[in-house]
């Protein structure tokens, strides 16, 4: 069975910093495709961040590259997110996602589209808030 449990949200200050994990099992994990989306109050799940297994490429949305950083861990089975300089608009329920195919690089497979990811653990809050 996938289980994936995001860990480490809170409440922070504007300009504060965050780091979010995300524990994993049930599946091999450094073959996979892993995201991290979001969903902030009365708004749709968006994507944020995804990186490849192997560690490599990683993307951002527009509105948090050069603030977040993902990484992984595949001897932990652990997925991060580094963010930095928080605002308001950060504040969400953020999700760890595992893509639904080992090939997330190829025609007609974009990692950027939340439906192409097959689970994603209960989240976790992040508030940022003076």
């Known amino acids: 069975e996938v289980q994936l449990e995001e860990l480490g949200g809170g409440l922070v200050q504007p300009g504060g910093s965050l780091t979010l994990s995300c524990a994993t099992s049930?599946?091999?994990?450094?073959?996979?495709?892993m995201a991290w989306l979001r969903q902030a109050p009365g708004k749709g799940l968006e994507w944020v961040s995804f990186?490849?297994?192997?560690?490599?490429?990683?993307q951002y949305a527009d509105s948090v590259h050069g603030r977040f950083t993902i990484s992984r861990d595949n001897t932990k089975r652990t997925l991060y997110l580094q963010m930095n300089d928080l605002t308001p608009k950060d504040t969400a329920t953020y999700y760890c996602?595992?893509?639904?195919?080992?090939?997330?690089?190829?025609?007609?497979?974009?990692?950027?589209?939340?439906?192409?990811?097959?689970?994603r653990g209960p989240g976790t809050q992040v508030t940022v808030s003076s």
């Open positions: 996602a595992k893509y639904y195919n080992t090939f997330s690089q190829g025609p007609g497979r974009d990692p950027r589209n939340i439906r192409e990811y097959d689970a």
């Open positions: 049930g599946f091999t994990f450094s073959v996979y495709t």
């Open positions: 990186i490849l297994g192997g560690g490599h490429s990683p």
